[in-house]
């Protein structure tokens, strides 16, 4: 099957789905030049060991090595943009032809393109929170702070170690996991877009929907599972998509 071939049949399977969700992974916000995690040679993980630096026991056990390693890369990408793929998945919800988005993504790219119902079962970088008391702050406290020499930085009220509100390893996954779990066993075709379907529990949603296509540069393990698998970049793939809508 051709590339022309496959825009069509995944058109065709949105077009006859009454409940799609979009499952999307780091490769969607490459073209928004966030770096994604596993290619070679540029993928973060490819330069740091995640089960080292990125967990809950790095953050309590030294939290200011953790914030010096980990604090710029979460948020250099503060100003990106949304590319074509958000947009894309943000018109097919607005035409109700997509229910939402569970995205494994903390950068907020998706709620920056329009899309209303989004899942983001990794948490996010609006804010952050106090370890011992748990008050909530926006995150620009705890940047700032870090900013001006202050490592780690401080809750305001009880002064315990600010966190942000991302899911480390080691965390337990959150609501929004809990809610995408229930949407996923009644959806009819889940779109995987830019995920390399490798991080458990959330790659383990692509066996729970009824179908599935995958839009993602690399194979991935769920692949024998998918109706259409494209390997080409998501923001040709769902602007093509569209355009096979007549939504272009």
Same mark, same amino acid.
């Given at each position: 099957?051709?590339?022309?071939?496959?825009?069509?049949?995944?058109?065709?399977?949105?077009?006859?789905?009454?409940?799609?969700?979009?499952?999307?992974?780091?490769?969607?916000?490459?073209?928004?030049?966030?770096?994604?995690?596993?290619?070679?040679?540029?993928?973060?993980?490819?330069?740091? #060991?995640?089960?080292?630096?990125?967990?809950?026991?790095?953050?309590?056990?030294?939290?200011?090595?953790?914030?010096?390693?980990?604090?710029?890369?979460?948020?250099?990408?503060?100003?990106?943009?949304?590319?074509?793929?958000?947009?894309?998945?943000?018109?097919?919800?607005?035409?109700?032809?997509?229910?939402?988005?569970?995205?494994?993504?903390?950068?907020?790219?998706?709620?920056?393109?329009?899309?209303?119902?989004?899942?983001?079962?990794?948490?996010?970088?609006?804010?952050?929170?106090?370890?011992?008391?748990?008050?909530?702050?926006?995150?620009?406290?705890?940047?700032?702070?870090?900013?001006?020499?202050?490592?780690?930085?401080?809750?305001?009220?009880?002064?315990?170690?600010?966190?942000?509100? !991302?899911?480390?390893?080691?965390?337990?996954?959150?609501?929004?996991?809990?809610?995408?779990?229930?949407?996923?066993?009644?959806?009819?075709?889940?779109?995987?877009?830019?995920?390399?379907?490798?991080?458990?529990?959330?790659?383990?949603?692509?066996?729970?929907?009824?179908? !599935?296509?995958?839009?993602?540069?690399?194979?991935?393990?769920? #692949?024998?599972?998918?109706? !259409? !698998?494209?390997?080409?970049?998501?923001?040709?793939?769902?602007?093509?998509?569209?355009?096979?809508? #007549?939504?272009?």
């Amino acid at each position: 099957m051709n590339y022309d071939q496959k825009i069509q049949l995944l058109a065709g399977l949105i077009e006859k789905s009454t409940y799609t969700l979009a499952l999307t992974g780091a490769g969607i916000s490459t073209e928004s030049g966030i770096p994604d995690f596993r290619s070679p040679g540029t993928g973060l993980w490819t330069k740091f #060991d995640p089960v080292k630096v990125a967990t809950v026991s790095a953050l309590r056990r030294d939290p200011a090595t953790f914030y010096a390693i980990n604090l710029d890369r979460w948020t250099r990408y503060a100003g990106a943009q949304p590319n074509a793929a958000h947009h894309a998945l943000a018109r097919l919800e607005r035409e109700r032809l997509l229910t939402g988005v569970i995205t494994q993504n903390i950068d907020g790219l998706h709620l920056k393109a329009g899309s209303k119902t989004v899942w983001e079962v990794h948490g996010h970088l609006r804010t952050c929170h106090c370890m011992d008391c748990e008050k909530s702050y926006p995150l620009d406290v705890l940047v700032n702070q870090f900013n001006s020499g202050i490592n780690p930085p401080r809750c305001q009220k009880c002064q315990g170690v600010l966190r942000l509100d !991302v899911v480390l390893f080691e965390d337990p996954l959150g609501e929004d996991f809990y809610w995408a779990s229930r949407a996923v066993r009644l959806c009819q075709l889940l779109i995987v877009v830019g995920s390399s379907l490798q991080v458990y529990p959330v790659a383990g949603l692509a066996e729970e929907a009824l179908q !599935v296509a995958i839009i993602n540069k690399e194979p991935t393990p769920f #692949d024998y599972l998918a109706k !259409v !698998v494209i390997n080409e970049k998501a923001g040709q793939v769902l602007t093509d998509v569209l355009a096979a809508l #007549d939504l272009q």
